[in-house]
Each structure stands twice: as C-alpha cells, then as structure tokens.
C-alpha cells in the first residue's frame, strides 16, 4: 500500500481580506516528484509555506508525513525558499554544515562526511571554502539546495528551484531530483514553467488559489482530448473549463 | 536553551569574525567616540562625573544597533524563513543570537572602558570585575532590544530610525545630564520605564561612589527582568519577513 506523504483538506489560507489558498485539496504518494505548476499569485508559494509550517491555516488540514507540520517533524523535512536564503559571509561548506547542525547532524565525523558529500552533489568541491557573495546566482542555487537536502530528509519541498539557472545546471537538478525520488524522497516542487513541471511524476495545477487538475503529465495532456496536447494545452483546457476538476487521477 | 542555542550563537560569531571590515568597525569606532568624548570634556572632575553615562549609553547604542541590523538581515534575506522551518525554537534563534552578539558588544564595552581608563585617565572607584559585570548587564539589554525592535522594520533604513526613537529619549531622560529627579514629572515617570536610567544609576554608583553590586541590587533586578521580558516578547514577534 501507498503511504501519504502529504495530506491536505479543503484547506484554506487568508492574507488579511484576500483568500490566497481556497478549498484546497490534495494527497501526495511517498517516493513522487509532485509539481505545483502555476503562474505568479496562483498560490504555490503559500502552499508549500502551510505544508512546512511556516503559517497557520484559515480553514481545513495539512498533515506532512502523517503529522502536523510542527517544529517536531520538522528533523524530517527539507526546505529551500525561493530566495538562496544563505549567510553570505560565510563559505560553501560553513553554510551548508549550519544546516546540518541544526537538523541534528550533531557528530562530527558524520556531518563532515555529509557535507563533503552534498558538495560534490551540487558539483561545488572547488568552490567549498569561498564565501556566498562571492558566488553567481545559479551556484547559490546549489548550495541552498545543499542546505535542502544535507541531513538527508524523507520529505523536500523545492519552491521554484530552478529559478535562474542555465539549461545545463537545470538539466543537472533534475537528473539529481530523479536520484532522489528513485531512493524513496518525496520531492514537492513549485515552478511557474511547463519545461519543469514536465519533469514531474504528478501535478497539481493551482490557479488563484485553487487546484485547477491534478495528474500525472500524460493524463492531463490526454484530458485535453487533442492529439500531441503539451502541459501548456493542458493547463489552458483546464483554466477554460472553469470550474475545478480534481477527478483526473 | 537547546544545543541549537549554541550553534545560532557560532554562526552569528564566525558571520561577523569572516566580514573583517565590521570587525575592524567594532574595534575602532569606540576608540574614536571615547577620544571625542575625552577631548570634548576637557575639564577632569567634569570627564571623571560624564564617563559611567557615557559609557552605559554607548554599550546599549552600539548592542541595539549591531543586533538590530543583524537581525533584521536574517529576516530580509529569507535565512529567517529557512530556519522557522527547521527543528530549532524561535527561543534557540532570540539566544543564540543574544550569546553571539553579545561578545562583540563586550569586546566594544572592554575597549571603551580601558581607553578611557588607561588613555584618557579617569579615575573610577569600586571593583574593576564588578563594573565589568554590570556592563554585561546592560550589553544584555541592548541584544535584546535590537532583537526585539528588528521586528518591526522592514528594511535597515527603518531600522535606523528605531535609533532616535528608542535610543536618543533615554539618553535625555537617564539621569545622564540631569537627575531624574530633577526632570518634570511625566519625564520622570517615564524614566522609570527605561533600562538606560537603571543602566546609568548603577553605574555611576558603582564607578563614582564605590558602591558594589549588593548595593545596586535594585537596578540589577530591574535591567534583568527587562531583558527577560524583551528576550521573551522578541521571540513572541519573531516572524519572517521576506
């Protein structure tokens, strides 16, 4: 049987007067990439903020891994905001052993080996001891997902990760997602562009706050009814049914 | 406090030790504002009577506006966001940086009190160690104002502007110029609700009449309840911002 990575209920989420997350509803397998695919404002950010615990629902549930996402879950959670969110004076490897520390890497031999091995992941062991301001955009992007994915969590949540990158690097994160979801990971990932959410083993369009599809790739392309229909297709048919289909799956 | 306590306090530290021209800022510029104060007071006894206000105001400028900065980049950049995310406490975030920053407020106190001490000659009274711990005390306080207040700006031009507004009235209304006593009622009133008029009357009382901590008890108990009660309400407010 499957288990539930993610569980979330007819959620709901205000900023001040304005309903952001509206009546959400999803279950997300364990060991799936799962995308968020929307345009800006659609609520994905939002989502992914109430799925860490970083807000509090207005309305309905959000249990990650079973449990609420309490500060007590959270050793098994692995979490890189859109911005790098890095200390820009300290080096590669200072940041990312930060992180480590505090998800409870608390031996040293252990983390050390760890955080060499994260390095080498995101393909930065030349740059290792050079500090954060001294780094382009695309490898802050590595090194945040480094601080991601140090202490090795079952759970990651990736908002817009490939933001910024070149093609080669964007490739690069991806087989590296692939890897990840293959050991088991669940992988939720936000992104704004089609390329990415392809990529994905099942979507959720979100639109205004609210879930527009839910899929794998191929059965929203197919729901479309067109020969050859691409996830821009899919998600215009969707936007143009205008109402909310959550029964693709 | 958690272990997470002490690893937000190392990387506070190694953030400011790795950004060498801050360091050399938190070395020099109180030498440079002791000189101006030494040089602008020329007259001895006057230099010897000013000195224990002056150096109490600077220990709790200097801590609010270094923690305050500080802080507030944590939320901006979005490192604040990262971390409320993780297992650590907000408390573990408020204390590991008090215990950060705190040492760079010491280090800054320890110059400008043996400067003027020892370059610019004034005399003092009572223990050396015990006015170093009541320093410490007052370090304490300005930590967590900075930590506190940071909440309430969104970017470090706001941040500034805390300063004439928290900062600036406790310097007029302490006991530093005039005595509190001596200040019109509501001015008075309000003094009692600042940390820099305990911060001043403790010592001067143990810097010009020899008293010892024992003697002070009141305004120790009052600055450390004030901290706890900051320390508290900064994790209270602690939200990211980015």
């Known amino acids: ?249 | 406090m958690s272990s997470n306590t002490f690893v937000i306090a190392r990387r506070v530290m190694l953030q400011v030790v790795r950004d060498r021209r801050t360091i050399v800022l938190i070395l020099v510029v109180p030498v440079v504002i002791a000189t101006i104060a030494g040089f602008s007071i020329t007259d001895k006894t006057s230099l010897n009577m000013a000195s224990p206000g002056i150096l109490a105001t600077l220990i709790l400028f200097f801590g609010f506006l270094i923690t305050g900065i500080s802080f507030l980049r944590e939320r901006t950049l979005g490192t604040l966001e990262r971390l409320l995310a993780s297992p650590v406490s907000k408390m573990d975030i408020v204390t590991g940086y008090l215990l950060g920053l705190l040492l760079f407020a010491l280090i800054q106190t320890l110059i400008m009190f043996f400067y003027m001490v020892y370059v610019l000659d004034i005399s003092y009274q009572g223990h050396l160690w015990q006015i170093l711990v009541f320093q410490v005390l007052i370090g304490i306080n300005a930590v967590c104002l900075g930590t506190f207040f940071s909440a309430f700006a969104r970017n470090e031009f706001q941040m500034i502007q805390f300063i004439p507004l928290i900062i600036i009235p406790q310097v007029f209304v302490s006991g530093l110029f005039i005595p509190t006593n001596q200040l019109p009622v509501v001015l008075e009133w309000i003094s009692k609700f600042l940390p820099l008029t305990y911060g001043v009357e403790g010592i001067k009382a143990l810097m010009l009449q020899g008293q010892g901590l024992l003697d002070i008890g009141k305004d120790i108990g009052v600055l450390a309840a004030y901290a706890v009660v900051v320390l508290l309400l900064a994790a209270l407010t602690l939200r990211q911002k980015s």
């Open chain 1, 1 to 249: 049987m499957t288990k539930t990575a993610i569980a979330v209920n007819n959620l709901a989420f205000n900023y001040g007067n304005l309903r952001v997350i509206d009546d959400m509803t999803m279950q997300i397998e364990s060991g799936t990439s799962y995308g968020l695919l929307g345009p800006n404002g659609a609520g994905k950010t939002t989502l992914i903020r109430l799925m860490v615990g970083l807000l509090k629902p207005a309305g309905g549930s959000v249990s990650s891994l079973g449990k609420a996402p309490t500060r007590a879950n959270a050793k098994n959670i692995g979490y890189m905001p859109q911005l790098p969110a890095l200390y820009s004076e300290l080096s590669v490897a200072q940041n990312i052993d930060f992180f480590g520390r505090i998800y409870g890497l608390k031996n040293l031999k252990e983390r050390r080996q760890r955080v060499d091995e994260t390095i080498k992941v995101v393909d930065l062991w030349e740059k290792r001891n050079t500090q954060i301001i001294n780094l382009s955009g695309g490898m802050k992007q590595r090194v945040s997902l480094a601080c991601a994915i140090v202490h090795q969590p079952p759970l990651l949540f990736l908002d817009e990760p490939t933001v910024g990158l070149d093609p080669e690097l964007r490739v690069h994160f991806w087989e590296y997602f692939t890897d990840l979801t293959k050991a088991g990971h669940t992988l939720i990932i936000s992104s704004h562009t089609f390329d990415d959410a392809a990529h994905c083993q099942k979507l959720a369009f979100l639109r205004l706050g609210k879930v527009v599809a839910q899929g794998t790739p191929l059965e929203l392309c197919n729901a479309t009814g067109k020969k050859n229909a691409t996830l821009e297709d899919a998600f215009l048919y969707f936007i143009r049914q205008g109402e909310v289909k959550n029964n693709v799956q």
